[in-house]
């Protein structure tokens, strides 16, 4: 369109030509913005197999409409055999974690979601004996369903996050695969 035709319809059609630009503009900013079905949400995650979070305090925050951060503090215990004359050894643990979560509708489903993602997390264990005190980091990847309610503020989700540590104390395992956990969190 050049200068002359775009002067000329301006002049003809000033208040069409607003609304125009205003309904376009709208328009691509509710397209750029959009949100998921919540913005916040916090509440509590419980992982029942896991020894360093088995509950914790849960956080998540959509950035758009589909990536969110999903952040945890959390506590746990675990009983492990040191000795052959001790069998109740208990180590405590306390942990922060941080993931990343990348949402896909599930189409027939308002409301439901699945994701992917990854984080990391970071945990202090104390006991009695030496080789299971101190700080352990792992990465881990993450996957799982999250649904809202319409009706009410509640949302509740199931994930898995099989973690690698790459820092431990002397006696963890390198890999842990039964980090499921469910969540439900008050939504604002």
């Given amino acids: 369109m050049n200068l002359l035709t775009f002067a000329s319809l301006k002049n003809l059609y ?13 328009y691509l900013g509710t397209g750029l913005f959009a949100q998921s079905s919540y913005k916040q949400a916090v509440g509590a995650r419980v992982s029942p197999v896991s020894n360093y979070d088995a509950f914790a305090a849960s956080y998540k925050v959509f950035l758009a409409e589909q990536p969110a951060l999903e952040f945890n503090l959390g506590i746990g ?49 104390s006991s009695k004996y030496d080789p299971y005190k101190g700080v352990s980091v792992g990465l881990f990847p993450t996957g799982g369903a999250d649904y809202k309610f319409a009706k009410i503020p509640l949302n509740v989700s199931a994930d898995w996050r099989p973690t690698f540590l790459v820092a431990k104390t002397d006696q963890y395992s390198d890999f842990y695969g039964d980090g499921f956990g469910i969540s439900a969190r008050y939504t604002f």
């Fill in 77 to 125: 215990s675990d009983r492990y055999y040191y000795s052959p004359y001790d069998y109740g050894a208990r180590t405590t643990a306390v942990s922060a974690t941080a993931a990343y979560q990348h949402h896909f509708d599930i189409k027939p489903v308002k409301g439901l979601k699945w994701y992917v993602g990854g984080g990391a997390t970071v945990f202090h264990s």
């Fill in 14 to 26: 000033p208040m069409k030509l607003k609304f125009t630009l205003t309904l376009a503009l709208v």
